[in-house]
């Protein structure tokens, strides 16, 4: 036989879900383990939504209770002694209700500030979560386009236009970094803290050498590369055509 499934907040109506909530309102009084489930991301957006109308209920029960209430004072006041006595014996009830309902309405908002709290709290995690995934896609991407660039450096092959306007985006596109998070280039990002730093060969150094002069190019294109021969002589290095 199948186990049943786990019971959730999303199978309560809502008038079983906002006496869960109303009972778990207090912090004298909650259960934890309902509360973290009733602020979980999940479900604090419902949670929200039912206080808030418990809130405005509450406080129009106060509104209408206090206009009746006045209403009846005013009608004893017209009956004179024998409304005036009635007027001082119901007071006492009166009074009570009062408190009660101004703490639960207290309680009430005081939660739903809560609720709040921890929901800004939600979404700063979310957000730099968010930041930091993204961050790390653009650190990948930019590793890449490094390589790509380092690949034609050692074959010395000819770049295209758009290889350069590619590579160029490393110098002129930037992340915020350090403590004052100061617009840094992503070509210093891979030198300093996105790459591994290791001792540079001669052939390295070439190869970098290479880089920056294609980085450097009018135009997009490296100076050398600016006149590209159509054809050469077979087994010779000299160009037909500038």
């Given at each position: 036989m199948d186990a049943p499934a786990p019971f959730t907040l999303a199978d309560l109506d809502d008038g079983e879900y906002e006496q869960l909530a109303v009972d778990n309102a207090n912090p004298k009084t909650r259960d934890l383990k309902a509360w973290q489930?009733?602020?979980s991301p999940q479900n604090i957006d419902r949670t929200r939504e039912i206080l808030n109308r418990v809130h405005q209920r509450t406080g129009n029960s106060m509104r209408r209770k206090k206009a009746e209430r006045e209403?009846?004072?005013?009608?004893?006041?017209?009956?004179?002694?024998?409304?005036?006595?009635?007027?001082?014996?119901?007071?006492?009830?009166?009074?009570?209700?009062?408190?009660?309902a101004a703490?639960?309405?207290?309680?009430?908002?005081?939660?739903?500030?809560?609720?709040?709290?921890?929901?800004?709290?939600?979404?700063?995690?979310?957000t730099q979560q968010s930041g930091q995934e993204a961050r790390e896609v653009l650190r990948k991407l930019s590793i890449a386009v490094q390589r790509h660039q380092a690949r034609h450096a050692k074959a010395g092959s000819i770049a295209g236009?758009?290889?350069?306007?590619?590579?160029?985006?490393?110098?002129r596109l930037t992340v915020p970094c350090g403590p004052n998070q100061?617009?840094?280039?992503?070509?210093?990002?891979?030198?300093?803290?996105?790459t591994?730093?290791?001792?540079?060969?001669?052939?390295?150094?070439?190869?970098?050498?290479?880089?920056?002069?294609?980085?450097q190019a009018p135009g997009g294109r490296a100076a050398q590369f600016s006149g590209v021969p159509r054809a050469r002589h077979v087994g010779g290095e000299k160009p037909l055509s500038g």
């Open positions: 489930a009733l602020t209403e009846f004072h005013q009608q004893c006041h017209a009956r004179g002694q024998e409304g005036k006595a009635e007027w001082f014996a119901t007071l006492p009830e009166y009074e009570a209700w009062r408190r009660r703490y639960f309405h207290q309680a009430v908002q005081a939660a739903l500030s809560e609720l709040g709290k921890v929901q800004r709290k939600q979404n700063r995690a979310v236009q758009e290889d350069y306007e590619l590579w160029q985006l490393l110098d100061e617009p840094t280039s992503l070509r210093t990002m891979l030198d300093f803290y996105w591994d730093v290791d001792v540079v060969t001669d052939q390295q150094e070439e190869r970098a050498a290479a880089e920056r002069t294609m980085r």
